[in-house]
C-alpha cells in the first residue's frame, strides 16, 4: 500500500492539477469573451462598411446627376448665346449697320497662337478663343 509521504505528495499534485486547471478554465472563459467582443466589433465593422458602401453609392448617383445638370446648363447657355447673337445680328441689320465681316478660317477654328500670345490674352479671351476651336501651339 502507499505509504503517506507518497499520499502527501500524491494530493499535492492533485491540488496542483487542480489550480492550473482553474487557471486553464480561467483563460479559456476570458479568451472565449475576447472572442465574442471581437465578434461584436467584426459585426460592427460590417454595419459601418455597408452603410459607407450605400453612402458612395448615393454620393456616385448625385454626383452623375450633378454632372449631368452641369452639362444640360453648358448646353443651355451655347443656345442662348447663340440666340442672343442672332438678336444682335438682326437688330444691327434692322438699324442698317453692316455686318461684321468674319475670317472663316477662325469661325471654324483654324487659328492658332502661340503659348506666349495666348498667355497675354484675358481669362475671357482665352475661353472664347478655345470655344471657337482654336489651338495653342
Do not use: H, Y
Not at 505528495?9 to 472565449?32: F, G, N, R, V
Not at 459607407?52 to 445638370?69: C, I
Request: proline share 2%.
Amino acid at each position: 500500500m502507499f505509504q503517506s509521504k507518497e499520499i502527501a505528495t500524491l494530493k499535492t499534485a492533485l491540488t496542483d492539477a487542480q489550480a492550473s486547471s482553474a487557471t486553464i478554465a480561467a483563460a479559456l472563459s476570458e479568451a472565449q469573451a475576447e472572442l465574442a467582443s471581437a465578434t461584436s466589433i467584426n459585426a460592427s465593422l460590417s454595419a459601418s462598411v455597408d452603410a459607407l458602401t450605400t453612402s458612395a453609392t448615393e454620393s456616385a448617383a448625385a454626383l452623375a446627376t450633378a454632372e449631368a445638370a452641369v452639362i444640360a446648363a453648358d448646353a443651355r447657355a451655347v443656345a442662348a448665346e447663340a440666340a442672343v447673337e442672332a438678336q444682335v445680328i438682326e437688330r444691327l441689320a434692322s438699324a442698317g449697320v453692316d455686318p461684321i465681316k468674319r475670317d472663316p478660317v477662325a469661325k471654324e477654328g483654324g487659328t492658332s497662337l502661340s503659348r506666349e500670345d495666348f498667355e497675354r490674352l484675358t481669362p475671357s479671351a482665352q475661353s472664347e478663343f478655345c470655344r471657337n476651336g482654336g489651338s495653342v501651339v
